[in-house]
């Protein structure tokens, strides 16, 4: 699958950061949906539109993680790639018991990012 021109899904609390996201991956070339939480996403349904999903674990509410739980049952679920500041132990743990297809460290890499995502394609 060629991920240029197609859909990132942004999951993250932190509003300047979804949107130095969105104008990264728009530079880049793909789209992107923004959602400030992890229920929103879901409520939106925002797997549904999204060809890649890009999300925090540590949001207030719903976590990423928990979020990835409640997607497991979807026959067609996009690949998902976990970002967070917290890099502990347990957390490093449940990203690697998700089915996240990556796991990246904030700040983010800008360069990782847009490799994981073109390893996708």
Known sequence: ????????AIVDDDRNLRDALQDLLETAGYESQLYPSAEAFLEKEGYAGADCVLTDINMPGMSGIDMLKELQGLPHLPPIIIMTSYDDCDTISAAANSMAVAFLSKPVDTAELLKCLAALA
Do not use: D, E, Q, R
Not at 1 to 8: C, H, P
């Open 1 to 8: 699958m060629n991920l240029k021109s197609k859909v990132i």
